[in-house]
């Protein structure tokens, strides 16, 4: 009996909820879903892993995965792709020693009805035959009625319950189906808690704003797939780099695993250009080197554009409007955009700005908000970005682009930890101390600071205020920036009219307000408290500033010396 080799990396309590969805599926309490997020989460090898375990696991719950990974010609062919699909291992689930190595047999109208025959499986041979009927008659309609209601009518017929796995949902909103209502056609099979859909696309922004309210008035769940944690994103480096005998060593993968947002897509595509590169990557220099000849070479560049050359049936680099879109989005760095602004910067009528900036957002580049756009969050798609402007619209030759873009990222993901440093301008003292993220660690930096306060003539007061903004900064860092190097760097510099701290990590950047208000509608009472951390350090520090950098988050505090005069 077949299982799977290897587990899934770092998703154990994805696993664990699918297991717990499997068992309420057989007990009649299933309940249709959509698993969402950016693309190159995972959701696909995680819903074919999930699949493949309940399927040579499971004796009493039938798992059925399809993808929209093929381009239909008009909705008959998609109903008969589906049903061929679903009703082919509905079929091979009971006979798993016998068919399961031969699956071509069952990829036919044809082959299909005959297994279902010799089966005695009279629900299988009925779907077939309205099928037939009503490509004959060329009624689409019915035809798809007929797929879609076939999960539903084989758990009934068949005594066990079928949990569809449907991947890339996106595509049912694409140009071969000709606007034809697929949402509104599925949306009225759905609801059984023996036959429920599990569907799965990105990006999220545009599927919960499009796809979703196409099924109303259904509740459906939402389920996210987060990014790989950390760890799990550096293990899942190693088992590639030990699947296509690629060295990497494993402070390499906790930084690339890191900067890559723990997303396994991208992961995997990288180290199959790194394969053809060089089979050893013992450098960060090389890692970097390989990362932006990717880049170049359109290699990462396939994650971001695939649905936006769909809609343009051209290279992005003759799409001289998408480009500059693109362009505008990537200067403006955090800062939102209207769409007169884009409307000024493209000279576009509405009529044709709309429908590019919605094809961007399809394809996952650009998210928008109340008639506001930016560039979605991403390290590698802003790179991509910068990598087709330099490319298309500044003509520039790959190896000066490469060597600029480069510095920029050498500068990003150094372990110098120079950024942390405070500048000291005439007389002046400076120190630097990284801490790993953990427990107190936050009481370790505060004693720092006791001892490098001896070289000022501050008072105790200020110094008891600086040390509780510290604490509270290193606090900060360490429950929401998700730091790929699990690490805090701090910066100290002694100058005779202040002190100078700088808080710098290294992960996922957090907008400090955005997290106060989070905290603060919190009903639970301590996190109302904890809610007030960023007023304390504002209150506390003389100055404060907060910096969202390529790789974090970086905050400036200075308190400033009532005893300069005095101080050495």
């Given amino acids: 009996m077949k299982i799977l080799e290897q587990p899934l990396v770092g998703r154990e309590a994805e696993i664990t909820r699918f297991q717990t969805e499997a ?53 008959l062919d998609f109903a008969e792709d589906y049903l061929v699909s679903i009703v082919s291992q509905f079929l091979v689930f009971d006979q798993k020693e016998r068919l399961a190595l031969r699956p071509d047999t069952l990829t036919s109208i044809s082959g299909i009805k005959q297994e279902a025959e010799r089966q005695g499986k009279d629900v299988s041979a009925e779907l077939i035959m309205i099928h037939q009927k009503a490509a004959a008659n060329r009624d689409e309609k019915k035809a798809l009625r007929n797929a879609l ?5 084989m758990a009934q017929a ?15 909103e694409t140009p071969p189906f000709f606007g034809k209502d697929l949402a509104g056609q599925w949306r009225e099979v759905l609801g059984s808690p023996w036959a429920p859909h ?79 590169q060089t089979p050893e990557i013992e450098s960060h220099q090389r890692f970097m080197a390989c990362y932006l000849k990717s880049l170049w070479q359109g290699g990462l ?25 693109l362009h505008f989005l990537w200067k403006s760095g955090e800062t939102v955009v209207s769409l007169a602004e884009l409307q000024q910067v493209l000279a576009l009528p509405t009529r044709h700005l709309q429908p590019l900036l919605a094809l961007l957002e399809r ?41 600029l873009m480069g510095k920029r990222l050498e500068e990003t993901l150094s372990f110098s930890g120079e950024k942390s440093q405070p500048s000291t301008s005439g007389q002046g003292l400076a120190f630097t101390l990284v801490l790993p ?34 604490i509270e900064a290193c606090i900060n860092a360490r429950e929401h920036s998700q730091s790929f190097e699990k690490k805090i760097r701090i910066g100290f510099a002694v100058r005779p009219e202040a002190i100078e701290v700088v808080v710098e990590d290294r992960g996922q950047a957090f907008d400090p307000l955005a997290v106060q208000a989070r905290l603060v509608r919190n009903l639970d009472p301590s ?26 988050t970086r905050l400036h505090m200075v308190k400033k010396n009532p005893n300069k005069e005095q101080a050495a």
């Fill in 23 to 75: 068992s309420n599926i057989i007990q009649g309490r299933g309940e249709d879903a959509f698993l969402l997020s950016r693309r190159g989460m995972g959701k696909s090898t995680l819903l074919q892993g999930v699949k493949d375990l309940l399927f040579w696991g499971e004796k009493e719950l039938v798992p059925i995965y399809f993808s929209f990974s093929r381009t239909y010609t008009d909705l």
């Fill in 437 to 470: 993220i953990q427990q107190d660690s936050e009481l370790v930096a505060a004693r720092a600071l006791e001892q490098i306060a001896t070289y000022s003539n501050m008072d105790e007061a200020g110094l008891e205020k600086m040390k509780l903004a510290l």
């Fill in 158 to 172: 068949g005594h066990k319950p079928v949990w569809m796995m449907v991947d890339h949902i996106q595509a049912i």
């Fill in 363 to 403: 394809a996952g580049l650009v998210r928008e908000s109340f008639g506001n756009f930016q560039l979605e969050n991403s390290r590698v798609l802003r790179d991509w970005v910068e990598v087709l402007v330099r490319k298309h619209l500044f003509r520039e030759e790959a190896e000066r682009a490469i060597a």
């Fill in 198 to 276: 599990l569907f799965s696309g990105e990006p999220p922004g545009y599927l919960l704003k499009i796809i979703l309210p196409a099924f109303n008035p259904l509740q459906i769940a939402v389920w996210d797939c987060p990014p790989l944690p950390v760890q799990a994103g550096a293990q899942w480096f190693h088992s590639l780099g030990e699947q296509y005998r690629i060295r990497i060593t494993s402070d390499l993968a906790d930084i690339w695993s890191g900067f890559l947002e723990g997303n396994p897509g991208l992961a995997t595509v990288l180290l199959l250009d790194a394969r053809r």
């Fill in 527 to 552: 996190s109302q408290k904890r809610g007030q951390g960023i007023f304390l350090i504002k209150a506390l520090m003389d100055e404060v500033r907060f910096e969202k950098t390529e790789t974090g």
């Fill in 301 to 325: 560049g396939r994650w971001f554009e695939s649905e936006m050359l769909q809609g343009m049936k051209t290279d992005p680099g003759e799409g001289p409007y998408l480009l500059k879109a």
């Fill in 149 to 153: 209601s076939a999960p539903q009518r």
